[in-house]
């Protein structure tokens, strides 16, 4: 069993043609028994076609890419691709609304609540599904979509602990890799600004240092800002091509002209547009990957 069953035909199909204006949904558990009780209840409740059941993360992944539901009911704790992680690598286009089904406890069920972001615990009640579905529908009657998505990326990074900006960099690289298999790197690094996304080619940024809490991406003659951690940061970017020299600097290594000895066993990096940066002794050993 591969844990997915297509309902476009036989029985859903006639279901659909009974419910006009229906809500398209689709089930992701890895519990094949889950899975079927929680069809169950939305037959119980109405107003929903489940057009697909998926065992894992990524056939739901495809299967979201392919069918366009309106809504994802996600199991968050599977193996492989979690539930968590499949709202990451969704390409925001296509991100349908959420509902997850947790186990988690009071904490985790309050951040979801707190960020307007719907559950449903297990074991499922009815009467809590229903509540779901109109808080479905009344945000797919709203054409504020962009606010539903920023919610849905403060939720995820409440319990994944990544920070929404790192978060935003997943799914527009999801986006620009348009492919499951694809460059684990983006081609582009999403700086987002007063409300706008600008979209920095990876190729053309020279080198990155921290400022407090903020990250200054120099690139083409221009410092981009955005909040996020160096380290997150460091993670979007393919160390074949970049690399951290300081604790507060990743130089972009095919920027880099001149490596010059300094004093304590430090080096001087100078690139192509005269820029000196320093490399501390702690990442000496970096010096390998310019040679």
Not at 48 to 69: D, F, K, Q, S, T
Not at 115 to 134: C, G, S, T, W
Not at 169 to 178: E, I, R, S, T, Y
Not at 216 to 223: D, R
Request: a negative charge.
């Amino acid at each position: 069993m591969n844990g997915k069953t297509d309902f476009s035909s036989s029985k859903a199909a006639g279901a659909s043609s009974k419910a006009a204006g229906a809500l398209k949904a689709i089930v992701v558990d890895d519990e094949p028994l889950a899975r079927r009780g929680l069809r169950l209840r939305l037959e119980q409740v109405g107003g929903v076609e489940v057009v697909a059941e998926c065992g894992n993360g990524r056939e739901a992944r495809e299967r979201i890419l392919e069918l366009h539901p309106d809504v994802a009911f996600v199991d968050i704790q599977m193996p492989g691709v979690s539930g968590l992680q499949l709202v990451q690598q969704l390409p925001p286009e296509k991100l349908p609304q959420v509902v997850f089904v947790t186990a988690y406890d009071q904490y985790a069920v309050e951040a979801f609540e707190v960020n307007a972001v719907d559950y449903v615990l297990k074991p499922i009640e009815e009467q809590r599904l229903a509540r779901a579905l109109e808080r479905v529908r009344d945000k797919l009657a709203s054409a504020d979509i962009a606010s539903q998505r920023e919610q849905l990326l403060e939720a995820v990074a409440d319990l994944t602990r990544e920070s929404p900006e790192a978060l935003e960099q997943k799914l527009v690289a999801g986006a620009l890799q348009g492919e499951w298999g694809g460059s684990a790197y983006p081609e582009k690094i999403a700086i987002k600004d007063s409300g706008k996304i600008t979209l920095v080619p990876a190729r053309e940024i020279d080198w990155i240092d921290a400022a407090g809490d903020y990250m200054c991406v120099h690139a083409n003659g221009e410092t981009h800002v955005m909040r996020i951690t160096m380290k997150e940061l460091e993670q979007q970017l393919d160390p074949k091509v970049f690399q951290r020299i300081h604790r507060s600097t990743i130089v972009n290594l095919s920027r880099v002209r001149e490596i010059c000895a300094h004093i304590n066993g430090e080096y001087h990096l100078v690139l192509n547009n005269g820029e000196r940066l320093k490399m501390s002794r702690s990442y000496k050993n970096k010096v390998q990957h310019f040679l």
